[in-house]
């Protein structure tokens, strides 16, 4: 698990540590390992050139004291000084001391376009807003890939927004502990490729993170796994009520998400039962109401559900139940508060960004720049679980606890009907057992890796066929 923390949290580390530590220490080991993430970018050290983006604060003072080590093992290093009067003192000496030079910011364009590699260290993870003015030009004339010390510049490190112009990372490395920002869009992707160096945090760090980003190990210890003598019903049976006359292949799609997803058995409730069993012989299905296709271990309701007297009444039926829900597209229109925070069974809601902006009541642009922020509004406002998708997917609870961020999407799932498969999947993983947050994540890193595995272009059906396969790969870790 990648755990990040909050600049409040890691800073508070840093202090108790230094008072530990001669002065300096903390310093010299981030420098340490910001030269060594250089020199593997950069396939060797002697005879480059490495430009230094230096601001006023220790940051910066990283980005120095990592020049000077390149410098000895012969870079060579010029530091672009954008606070000249204000550079770390002790790192500028400590460059200075190798015969590097150090430059002011309009006398820089030079050394930045004969960079072959270019260190961001303008601002550290206590910048707010994006890059000022003469930051910003500089980062426009580098010609080289930029290497970033803790965070991009121009990123908030607490909630992965993007308020301005701002460094984008060929690879970022981070000190101590990973920061919000890296792992949330839209600042995860500014940050490339991530590097995380160990100066000692981790025994001042608390237990408990503010954000989670699971791998494979993590997902693999919940993955349902059968015991010889259980049966088709103690696996769990999933109910799927989806799609309509108009939407047929939303039934089917979900469906076929439900199938691979650990759950015993299948039970379909709704318009396209002809089309389901006809693709999925196995499943069970029904014409009828949910109320009326037996009993389930848990509902997926929404896809393709479109807007009508048939599919609000679904939807009152589903949320009545009292076995855990998962609610996504058409069910997320027909819903209020009232009714969601009412239940005693979990409740997962699972919208995109315009979705959630209209459960919000704001607009998709707020909740796409503020991710974080929108998916622990709609946590609490709805005392739910909630899944918001987007190239990031994040899970938080109303609980409280830390947020998962799911690192294997890709932009190969934006195709037509891939959330609907993703929607019988985290059905099928709560029908087995597994809680609100894990069948939610579970199934957000099992449809990425499903996405990167099926064959281009990509259709939301090879999706679903590919699921077989991620399940295999994060099972054998």
């Given at each position: 698990?990648?755990n990040?923390?909050?600049?409040?949290?890691?800073r508070s580390?840093?202090?108790?540590?230094?008072?530990?530590l001669?002065?300096?220490?903390?310093?010299?080991?981030?420098?340490?390992g910001?030269?060594a993430a250089?020199?593997?970018?950069?396939?060797?050290?002697?005879?480059?050139?490495i430009?230094l983006?230096?601001?006023?604060?220790?940051?910066?003072?990283?980005?120095?004291?990592?020049?000077a080590?390149?410098a000895?093992?012969g870079?060579?290093v010029?530091?672009?000084l954008?606070s000249p009067?204000?550079?770390?003192?002790?790192g500028?000496?400590a460059l200075?001391?190798?015969?590097?030079?150090a430059?002011?910011?309009d006398?820089s364009?030079?050394a930045?376009?004969?960079?072959?590699?270019?260190i961001?260290?303008?601002?550290?993870?206590g910048g707010?807003g994006?890059?000022?003015?003469?930051?910003?030009e500089l980062v426009r004339a580098?010609?080289?890939?930029?290497?970033a010390?803790d965070?991009?510049s121009?990123?908030?490190?607490?909630?992965?927004?993007?308020?301005?112009e701002?460094?984008?990372?060929?690879?970022t490395?981070t000190?101590?502990a990973?920061?919000?920002g890296?792992?949330?869009?839209?600042a995860r992707?500014?940050?490339?490729?991530?590097?995380?160096v160990d100066?000692?945090?981790?025994p001042?760090?608390?237990a408990?993170p503010?954000?989670e980003?699971?791998?494979?190990t993590?997902?693999?210890r919940?993955?349902?796994c059968?015991?010889?003598d259980t049966?088709?019903?103690?696996?769990?049976?999933?109910?799927?009520?989806?799609?309509s006359?108009?939407?047929?292949g939303?039934?089917?799609?979900?469906v076929?998400?439900a199938?691979?997803g650990?759950?015993?058995?299948?039970?379909?409730a709704?318009?396209a039962?002809d089309?389901?069993i006809?693709?999925?012989?196995?499943?069970?299905?029904?014409t009828?109401?949910?109320a009326k296709?037996?009993r389930?271990?848990a509902?997926?309701i929404?896809?393709?559900?479109g807007?009508t007297a048939?599919?609000e009444?679904?939807?009152q039926?589903v949320l009545?139940?009292d076995?855990?829900?998962?609610?996504?597209a058409?069910?997320l229109?027909?819903l209020?508060p009232?009714?969601?925070?009412?239940?005693?069974?979990?409740?997962?809601?699972t919208?995109h960004?315009?979705?959630?902006?209209?459960?919000?009541?704001?607009?998709?642009s707020e909740v796409?720049s503020g991710r974080?922020t929108?998916?622990?509004?709609l946590?609490?406002?709805?005392a739910?679980?909630?899944?918001?998708?987007?190239s990031?997917t994040l899970v938080a609870d109303?609980?409280g606890g830390?947020?998962?961020?799911n690192?294997?999407?890709?932009s190969?799932?934006a195709?037509?009907?891939?959330?609907d498969?993703?929607t019988?999947?985290?059905?099928?993983?709560l029908?087995?057992g597994?809680?609100?947050?894990d069948?939610?994540?579970?199934?957000?890193?099992?449809?990425?890796?499903?996405?990167?595995?099926?064959?281009e272009?990509?259709?939301?059906?090879d999706v679903?066929?590919a699921l077989?396969?991620a399940?295999?790969?994060v099972?054998?870790?």
């Amino acid at each position: 698990m990648r755990n990040a923390y909050s600049v409040e949290t890691v800073r508070s580390a840093e202090r108790e540590l230094m008072g530990r530590l001669p002065e300096g220490t903390l310093m010299r080991r981030a420098a340490a390992g910001l030269a060594a993430a250089a020199a593997d970018l950069l396939g060797r050290t002697y005879g480059t050139r490495i430009a230094l983006l230096v601001g006023s604060g220790d940051n910066g003072g990283d980005a120095l004291y990592a020049g000077a080590r390149l410098a000895r093992r012969g870079a060579a290093v010029t530091a672009v000084l954008l606070s000249p009067d204000r550079a770390h003192r002790a790192g500028l000496a400590a460059l200075r001391a190798t015969g590097s030079r150090a430059v002011a910011a309009d006398r820089s364009h030079g050394a930045l376009q004969r960079a072959d590699l270019v260190i961001d260290g303008i601002t550290g993870i206590g910048g707010k807003g994006g890059l000022r003015p003469e930051a910003a030009e500089l980062v426009r004339a580098a010609q080289a890939p930029i290497l970033a010390v803790d965070l991009p510049s121009g990123v908030d490190a607490d909630t992965g927004e993007v308020r301005g112009e701002a460094v984008r990372a060929l690879a970022t490395v981070t000190f101590g502990a990973y920061k919000p920002g890296l792992l949330i869009d839209p600042a995860r992707t500014h940050a490339g490729a991530l590097r995380l160096v160990d100066i000692g945090l981790g025994p001042y760090l608390p237990a408990e993170p503010g954000i989670e980003a699971p791998q494979h190990t993590d997902v693999a210890r919940l993955l349902p796994c059968p015991n010889p003598d259980t049966d088709k019903y103690r696996r769990g049976v999933i109910g799927v009520a989806a799609g309509s006359a108009q939407y047929p292949g939303a039934a089917v799609l979900a469906v076929a998400g439900a199938l691979r997803g650990g759950a015993g058995a299948v039970r379909y409730a709704g318009a396209a039962a002809d089309q389901v069993i006809a693709r999925y012989p196995e499943t069970l299905v029904s014409t009828g109401s949910p109320a009326k296709a037996g009993r389930v271990q848990a509902w997926a309701i929404g896809p393709g559900l479109g807007a009508t007297a048939e599919s609000e009444r679904a939807v009152q039926e589903v949320l009545a139940a009292d076995v855990p829900v998962l609610i996504d597209a058409d069910g997320l229109r027909l819903l209020a508060p009232a009714q969601v925070r009412a239940r005693t069974a979990p409740t997962l809601l699972t919208p995109h960004a315009g979705e959630a902006a209209v459960l919000l009541g704001t607009s998709r642009s707020e909740v796409e720049s503020g991710r974080l922020t929108a998916v622990r509004a709609l946590a609490e406002r709805y005392a739910a679980t909630v899944l918001l998708k987007g190239s990031t997917t994040l899970v938080a609870d109303s609980g409280g606890g830390p947020v998962r961020a799911n690192p294997t999407g890709t932009s190969q799932l934006a195709t037509a009907g891939s959330g609907d498969v993703l929607t019988g999947l985290i059905g099928s993983l709560l029908a087995a057992g597994l809680a609100a947050r894990d069948a939610a994540f579970v199934g957000a890193y099992l449809h990425g890796i499903a996405g990167r595995i099926a064959d281009e272009p990509v259709a939301a059906s090879d999706v679903a066929a590919a699921l077989t396969a991620a399940w295999q790969e994060v099972r054998g870790a």
